[in-house]
Nanobody, 117 residues
Framework: QVQLVESGGGLVQPGGSLRLSCAAS????????MGWYRQAPGKQRELVAT???????NYADSVKGRFTISRDKPKNTVYLQMNSLKPEDTAVYYC???????????WGQGTQVTVSS
């Protein structure tokens, strides 16, 4: 299987920035899609951003223009650069990988992002 490990979460003031990283290991097949979801207290888990191995990207409307997803394919790593952070961005952020061939989905353990004064 595939293992995903996130890092980079923390506490930041409104307007600040954070960069999340997610390293994948194990048996990884292409094509695939890697990305980020988040879940705030009392809310459903929602898509933040995804990037396929073919470089196609997808962003939630709430983060467009503020967040940027990127991939380092040789390192099997995906990043999320988060700028102009708002209190409503506070959530646990989860890394995901989906194999396009098998349809299998894998999830990381999550990393907490808190935006507060």
């Amino acid at each position: 299987q595939v293992q995903l490990v996130e890092s980079g979460g923390g506490l930041v003031q409104p307007g600040g920035s954070l960069r999340l990283s997610c390293a994948a290991s194990g048996r990884i097949f292409s094509p695939n899609v890697m990305g980020w979801y988040r879940q705030a207290p009392g809310k459903q888990r929602e898509l933040v951003a995804t990037k396929s191995s073919g470089e196609s990207t997808n962003y939630a409307d709430s983060v467009k223009g503020r967040f940027t997803i990127s991939r380092d394919k040789p390192k099997n790593t995906v990043y999320l650069q988060m700028n102009s952070l708002k209190p409503e961005d506070t959530a646990v952020y989860y890394c995901t990988l989906r194999s396009s061939g098998s349809g299998n989905n894998y999830w990381g353990q999550g990393t907490q992002v808190t935006v507060s004064s």
